[in-house]
């Protein structure tokens, strides 16, 4: 089944420590997406990545890395953690500039 | 840059009725749109694009929308609603040939009985 997945699903963790969100699609896509998801805001761009080891910025990016050095895989890495990043996180994948598949989301809670 | 506006956060309106949910856009090059549904709990899917071509687009469960250049809109309309149809509504432009993709704020559809 064609997908993209996201661990965690939940996560509550305090300010400062470092955390990994994975995330891994199965449609040999080029193109995968951050997107976080706040109420009255819809969803912002994070970070995306056009292939192998090529990433951009999104429209709000502090507080946020990302890699890809494999096609499937594309973590978001917080590194220092805030309340203000409390939020729903979801990746996304696309083949070229096109419909985006999006995971199940992650709910994150920094205290 | 582009931007997008969904003026309605809410849109009531009773099973069988005909809906149109709101999209303005702003952008100084070509782009491409797409409407999102959001079921609750659950991540988005997409519902119908404009890529280029016909300027009236269908896509899944009924809906439809129109490109309108001179008017820079792309509302979305279903001429009957079901009780399913309760979600909420995204909105998302991404200039041509790139890859950042804008999402408007949202509308939630509630469908009542």
């Known amino acids: 089944e064609a997908q993209v997945t996201q661990n965690p699903r939940y996560l509550i963790t305090v300010t400062g420590k470092k955390l990994t969100v994975t995330c891994s699609q199965n449609?040999?896509?080029?193109?995968m997406s951050w997107y976080r998801q706040d109420p009255g805001l819809g969803l912002r761009q994070i970070y995306y990545?056009?292939?192998?080891?090529?990433?951009d910025k999104g429209d709000v990016p502090e507080g946020y890395k990302v890699s890809r050095k494999e096609k499937r895989n594309f973590p978001l890495i917080l590194e220092s953690p805030s309340p203000n990043q409390t939020s729903l996180y979801f990746c996304?994948?696309?083949?070229?500039?096109?419909?985006?598949?999006f995971g199940p989301g992650t709910r994150l809670t920094v205290l | 840059a582009q931007s997008v506006t969904q003026l309605d956060s809410q849109v009531p309106v009773f099973e069988e009725a005909p809906v149109e949910l709101r999209c303005n856009y702003s952008?100084?090059?070509?782009?491409?749109l797409f409407w999102y549904v959001q079921y609750p709990n659950q991540g988005l899917q997409l519902l119908l694009k404009?890529?280029?071509?016909?300027?009236l687009v269908k896509g899944i469960n009924g809906f439809e929308a129109e490109f309108n250049k001179s008017q820079t809109s792309f509302h979305l309309r279903k001429p009957s609603v079901h009780i399913s149809d309760t979600a909420e509504y995204f909105c998302?432009?991404?200039?041509?040939?790139?890859?950042?993709?804008?999402f408007g704020t949202g509308t939630r559809l509630k469908v009542l009985a």
């Open positions: 404009y890529l280029s071509g016909s300027t």
């Open positions: 952008s100084s090059v070509s782009v491409y």
């Open positions: 996304a994948s696309s083949s070229g500039q096109n419909e985006q598949f």
């Open positions: 990545s056009m292939n192998v080891e090529v990433t």
């Open positions: 449609m040999n896509h080029e193109y």
């Open positions: 998302a432009v991404s200039a041509a040939g790139t890859y950042k993709y804008i």
